[in-house]
């Protein structure tokens, strides 16, 4: 039963699924303790470590909240290069504080001497800021995976430059590491890093074995106009309640085991953290970002946001398709590590090849590659074994860069 409440709710954030979850899981009202107190307070400060709250704001006016943790929990200063660490979708910072400290990556690297320093997409509680609007005017949600590259990803790694004075390394998760392989196609943002981390790396979706993602993803590209009417994806709204109906209508499925559905049978998760990661997930993105997945899952193609047609595509673009993230202008000297899961329905293995398939010309000593076989989407970062299988590998390869 506990399992089974576990996989509802996971299923909530981690691509497209909803409120079935929340709606049935009565711990969800309770007012998250971060979004009054922010997250150094209450998920941080708490467990022994010291903490800083700070903000970045983008070109396009988004007031982002960041968390840095810049000793370890004895209070030994970080003598380490600083790591960003970057969540994925509908989550946020808390992603790396969720499970006791040594199962938890930001602890973890803090205690191992490392400048920790957290994200926060957009839209996400500790990023709900902006210099003119308000996350109740639609304009605020007028953004999909293009701007958090174009915008946060640039704000936030010059503000980590800035006050460490030092290169970083990244580790994105989902979301996280297609907006950096996006990002790091551009060299301006590769200067400011030393590697790159890509945990279930989300990059080519068109294979995706997931039956409910593909699902949605139909859902979302036949009723764009009502979607974008909607702006803001809210996880535990009523316009998901019924996506998430049209999904188990549409697969037939009878959505008792919606986590699986989408992410693929997680091996490692602690079933009793439940009501933390209720408390704090999951967070609300942009219907747009939805709608730009989608259009991912449907062409295979890393490309910008499509506007429909060539008319407005040349509004935007000046040119009738949307333009091409293209993966093989990484540089090849970027030290990357990848890794990625058998039993993973989003990043899906032969999905990951085709990625794999464009670093095939990255220096040979600059990737690692791993394959973890029982590994599922969240057992990333939340599986109580990742500190073992992930983490101290992860940290070794930050030794050699
Ligand atoms: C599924 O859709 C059909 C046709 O619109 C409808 O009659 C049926 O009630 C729906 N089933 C559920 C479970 O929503
Ligand atoms: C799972 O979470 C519970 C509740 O926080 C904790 O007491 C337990 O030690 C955790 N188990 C593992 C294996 O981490
Ligand atoms: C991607 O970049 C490579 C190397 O710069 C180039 O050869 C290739 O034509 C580009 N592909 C596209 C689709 O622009």
Same mark, same amino acid.
């Given at each position: 039963?506990?399992?089974?409440?576990?996989?509802?709710?996971?299923?909530?954030?981690? $691509?497209?699924?909803?409120?079935?979850?929340?709606? @049935?899981? /009565? %711990?969800?009202?309770?007012? !998250?303790?971060?979004?009054?107190?922010?997250?150094?307070?209450?998920? &941080? &400060?708490?467990?022994?470590?010291?903490?800083?709250?700070?903000?970045?704001?983008?070109?396009?006016?988004?007031?982002?909240?960041?968390?840095?943790?810049?000793?370890?929990?004895?209070?030994?200063?970080?003598?380490?290069?600083?790591?960003?660490?970057? +969540?994925?979708?509908?989550?946020?910072?808390? #992603?790396?504080?969720?499970?006791?400290?040594?199962?938890?990556?930001? $602890?973890?690297?803090?205690?191992?001497?490392?400048?920790?320093?957290? %994200?926060?997409? @957009?839209? #996400?509680?500790? %990023?709900?800021?902006? #210099? %003119?609007? !308000?996350? !109740?005017?639609?304009?605020?949600?007028?953004?999909?995976?293009?701007? *958090?590259?174009?915008?946060?990803?640039?704000?936030?790694?010059? +503000?980590? @430059?800035?006050?460490?004075?030092?290169?970083?390394?990244?580790?994105?998760?989902?979301?996280?590491?297609?907006?950096?392989?996006?990002?790091?196609? =551009?060299?301006?943002? &590769?200067?400011?890093?030393?590697?790159?981390?890509?945990?279930?790396?989300?990059?080519?979706?068109?294979?995706?074995?997931?039956?409910?993602?593909?699902?949605?993803?139909?859902?979302?590209?036949?009723?764009?106009?009502?979607?974008?009417?909607?702006?803001?994806?809210?996880?535990?709204?009523?316009?998901?309640?019924?996506?998430?109906?049209?999904?188990?209508?549409?697969?037939?499925?009878?959505? /008792?085991?919606?986590? !699986?559905?989408?992410?693929?049978?997680?091996?490692?998760?602690?079933?009793?953290?439940?009501?933390? $990661?209720?408390? +704090?997930?999951?967070?609300?993105?942009?219907?747009?970002?939805?709608?730009? *997945?989608?259009?991912?899952?449907?062409?295979?193609?890393?490309?910008?946001?499509?506007?429909?047609?060539?008319?407005?595509?040349?509004?935007?673009?000046?040119?009738?398709?949307?333009?091409?993230?293209?993966? #093989?202008?990484?540089?090849?000297?970027?030290?990357?590590?990848?890794?990625?899961?058998?039993?993973?329905?989003?990043?899906?293995?032969?999905?990951?090849? &085709?990625?794999?398939?464009? *670093?095939?010309?990255?220096?040979?000593?600059?990737?690692?590659?791993?394959?973890?076989?029982?590994?599922? =989407?969240?057992?990333?970062?939340?599986?109580?074994?990742?500190?073992?299988?992930?983490?101290?590998?992860?940290?070794?390869?930050?030794?050699?860069?």
């Amino acid at each position: 039963m506990a399992t089974a409440k576990v996989e509802l709710i996971l299923a909530t954030f981690l $691509f497209c699924a909803a409120s079935v979850a929340a709606g @049935r899981a /009565s %711990s969800y009202s309770r007012r !998250s303790s971060a979004a009054v107190d922010g997250i150094c307070k209450s998920l &941080v &400060v708490t467990q022994g470590y010291a903490c800083q709250e700070h903000t970045v704001t983008t070109k396009d006016g988004y007031i982002l909240g960041l968390q840095r943790i810049p000793a370890s929990r004895s209070g030994r200063l970080a003598y380490k290069p600083p790591v960003l660490l970057q +969540h994925g979708l509908m989550m946020d910072a808390v #992603t790396w504080l969720m499970n006791l400290p040594d199962e938890s990556l930001a $602890f973890i690297l803090a205690d191992a001497g490392y400048d920790v320093w957290l %994200s926060n997409s @957009r839209g #996400t509680q500790s %990023s709900l800021q902006h #210099t %003119s609007l !308000s996350p !109740s005017d639609p304009a605020y949600w007028e953004w999909s995976w293009d701007e *958090l590259v174009t915008y946060d990803m640039p704000a936030i790694l010059q +503000h980590v @430059r800035s006050i460490t004075g030092q290169n970083m390394h990244y580790v994105g998760h989902s979301l996280g590491t297609l907006i950096a392989l996006a990002a790091f196609s =551009h060299k301006e943002l &590769v200067n400011k890093l030393r590697s790159a981390v890509l945990l279930s790396p989300i990059a080519y979706l068109n294979q995706m074995p997931s039956p409910l993602a593909r699902a949605a993803a139909q859902i979302f590209l036949a009723e764009d106009i009502y979607w974008l009417g909607l702006h803001q994806f809210i996880p535990k709204g009523d316009a998901v309640n019924k996506l998430i109906n049209d999904i188990c209508n549409i697969t037939g499925n009878d959505c /008792s085991n919606l986590m !699986s559905g989408f992410t693929g049978q997680n091996c490692c998760l602690n079933s009793s953290r439940s009501d933390i $990661f209720l408390n +704090h997930e999951p967070q609300s993105t942009a219907t747009k970002n939805m709608i730009h *997945l989608a259009q991912m899952i449907r062409t295979g193609t890393i490309a910008m946001f499509d506007y429909g047609n060539e008319d407005n595509n040349m509004n935007h673009y000046g040119q009738p398709t949307p333009p091409v993230y293209n993966m #093989t202008k990484i540089p090849n000297d970027l030290p990357l590590y990848l890794s990625y899961g058998g039993k993973d329905l989003l990043a899906d293995p032969n999905d990951v090849k &085709v990625l794999l398939g464009c *670093l095939k010309d990255h220096d040979g000593d600059k990737v690692v590659i791993q394959y973890r076989e029982d590994y599922a =989407h969240a057992d990333f970062v939340f599986g109580v074994n990742a500190n073992q299988i992930i983490y101290e590998p992860v940290m070794a390869f930050f030794h050699l860069h």
